[in-house]
């Protein structure tokens, strides 16, 4: 699988971005594709995830101001974010997991990363 991510950029507390990552190739396993961001000296977390049944899950810290969905037709996941903040401000990391239970598990397919930075 190979991903790319893009639609990163500068903006101001309370605006929004729409992240996009584009998937090619499938592999046996793969049930679900997620969003992760990593912060200047912090772990990288789970911001979102999407079963390809189109089921979600979210970080409590975006619930409500960003969404995930995925487009099938044209392998194409998306993380609308809405109303950003500061701390919003990180590296954004698509991934190609999977799902057992309620859980996402990201695999070691991950895209390059996009950055996005939110201050005024």
């Known amino acids: 699988v190979q991903l790319q991510a893009s639609g990163g950029g500068l903006v101001q507390p309370g605006g929004s971005l729409r992240l996009s990552c584009a998937a090619s190739?499938?592999?046996?396993?793969?049930?679900?594709m997620g969003w992760y961001r990593q912060a200047p000296g912090k772990q990288r977390e789970l911001v979102a995830a999407?079963?390809?049944?189109?089921?979600?899950n979210y970080a409590d810290s975006v619930k409500g101001r960003f969404t995930i969905s995925r487009d099938n037709a044209k392998n194409t996941m998306y993380l609308q974010m809405n109303s950003l903040k500061p701390e919003d401000t990180a590296v954004y990391y698509c991934?190609?997991?999977?799902?057992?239970?309620?859980?996402?598990?990201?695999?070691?397919?991950w895209g390059q990363g996009t950055l996005v930075t939110v201050s005024s």
């Open positions: 991934n190609a997991g999977s799902y057992s239970g309620s859980y996402y598990f990201p695999s070691d397919y």
């Open positions: 999407i079963r390809n049944s189109g089921s979600t």
């Open positions: 190739g499938i592999i046996s396993g793969i049930n679900g």
